[in-house]
């Protein structure tokens, strides 16, 4: 699992440092261009031409400002946002950090909980016209909020992630079952996976949802969640928690509607090759789809409605201007046109789904990896979604939720039994937790890591 917390606490105290020695103003030497360096999570390799030459335009629009990417991997530095942010920190350590840098919505807490972010307030009061040039009214008013803190707002989203069913059509249709109406149930889902199986159409129904980002959108469609509404204690242990994981546990064991997940292949590895019917994710596998040429071939529908209807999880991720940066006007201008239509479509032709809706509609109608592909816009119109539950303690916590979803997957121990012992051990995360020690602490974090 992510280790998010231990590389930010490196981070911090090395933007620190940097910070002491004296900010410079933002200004270019002798006159010329200034240039923003914008750290993106991407080796460059598998990006295309348009996408590594995106700043061309913008510097057509603004000749005094050249921003340049620094394509960062996580290349022996272990895996995912930790090798990310642990080759940052070495870039800041070296006094060569990043101007810009674009993180999900955890990443963005994290930096603003420990003042390491410059809020977008008094250059947007000085500069208006931008708000119009990146279709700000697109934006879901209760995603922009996730980046306001405080009444100051530190990144427009750029890129948003609804969980929604993804389901092969071809499979349903030679199963002879209909594809399900947004208003759909867990009931109908039971009975969508029973006619799959009995239909011997050679894929299982469903796969298990291994990424905790899409299992929470079980739980919340079912009343449940990892944490309390304050994010401070456990409840994964909940009747409704657990009435979710025993049915998973049931599907792979008792009733065969879905395969034991392996680490060899991935939820949408086995929809990919018509060996399951349907998985629980996000448009970012459509780049995955697309690579297999996999086209009008995946429909999306909201997620089952359970206990608390058809609520999913989603989140989003924005370009965060660093404290540090002896910039910051230029940095600004660059992370708030990075939420514009021009990075949008160069970006988001597949992959994640566009922040802005009106950028995204436009994409998405182009898009043949994906059907229906409003389902994913639905679950923030709808107001039906709440944030992924990521407080500052979350990469023990995440380490606790893949040990006890692997005890459960492989049937060591009934749902009730695994899910107490996470409770208890995630407890203890809380009372032992270095970031909730003082009033002052307790406050920044119940501001920021809540639904």
């Not at 620190?16 to 020695?21: E, K, L, S, T, Y």
């Not at 061309?56 to 050249?66: H, L, M, Q, S, T």
């Not at 894929?203 to 449940?224: D, I, R």
């Not at 297999?292 to 201007?321: H, M, R, W």
Request: negative net charge; charged residues 20%; hydrophobic residues 45%.
């Amino acid at each position: 699992m992510k280790k998010i917390i231990p590389i930010l606490l490196c981070l911090i105290l090395a933007l620190a440092f940097v910070a002491c020695g004296g900010k410079k103003a933002a200004t270019a030497a002798a006159g010329g261009p200034v240039r923003v360096k914008v750290a993106l999570f991407n080796d460059g390799n598998a990006l295309s031409t348009a996408q590594k030459t995106v700043f061309d335009a913008f510097v057509k629009e603004n000749p005094g400002i050249i921003p340049e990417f620094q394509f960062i991997t996580s290349d022996s530095y272990g895996s995912n946002w930790n090798g990310f942010l642990m080759k940052i920190q070495t870039m800041i350590a070296s006094g060569n950090a990043p101007d810009v840098i674009s993180l999900g919505l955890e990443g963005v807490g994290f930096m603003i909980m420990n003042d390491l972010a410059q809020p977008l307030d008094d250059y947007i009061a000085a500069h208006p016209e931008e708000l119009q040039s990146i279709r700000s009214e697109g934006i879901d008013k209760e995603l922009l909020k996730i980046f306001v803190v405080d009444g100051k707002l530190y990144g427009y989203p750029f890129e948003a992630n609804s969980v929604v069913t993804h389901i092969r059509k071809d499979i349903f249709q030679k199963a002879g079952v209909a594809l399900p109406p947004d208003n759909w149930t867990w009931d109908d889902f039971r009975d969508i996976c029973a006619k799959i199986k009995a239909a011997d159409t050679g894929a299982f129904a469903f796969a298990v949802p291994t990424n905790f980002f899409c299992l929470q959108a079980l739980l919340y469609s079912n009343g449940a969640a990892p944490l309390n509404n304050n994010w401070d204690a456990a409840a994964i242990n909940s009747p409704e928690s657990v009435e979710v994981f025993q049915f998973l546990q049931d599907a792979i064991f008792k009733y065969g509607y879905a395969p034991q997940p392996s680490q060899t292949i991935s939820e949408t590895e086995l929809v990919i090759q018509g060996r399951a019917a349907m998985q629980w994710i996000g448009r970012w596998v459509s780049n995955d789809y697309a690579a297999s040429e996999l086209y009008d071939t995946i429909y999306t529908q909201l997620v089952p409605a359970g206990k608390a209807g058809n609520v999913s999880c989603a989140g989003d991720a924005c370009f965060v201007v660093l404290k540090s940066t002896k910039v910051p006007d230029a940095a600004k201008k660059v992370a708030i046109w990075c939420a514009g239509q021009t990075y949008v479509d160069t970006f988001l032709t597949t992959g994640s789904l566009p922040a802005n809706q009106i950028f995204g509609e436009q994409i998405l109608a182009k898009d043949r990896t994906i059907d229906n592909w409003k389902s994913m816009y639905q679950v923030y119109n709808s107001g039906q979604w709440r944030r992924s539950q990521d407080p500052p303690e979350y990469a023990d916590l995440a380490n606790i939720y893949g040990k006890y979803m692997d005890i459960i997957y492989s049937n060591q121990m009934p749902a009730k039994q695994a899910l107490d012992l996470a409770a208890a051990e995630i407890n203890q995360v809380f009372a032992e937790s270095s970031f909730r020690k003082t009033d002052a602490q307790i406050r920044v974090v119940n501001s920021l890591f809540k639904n």
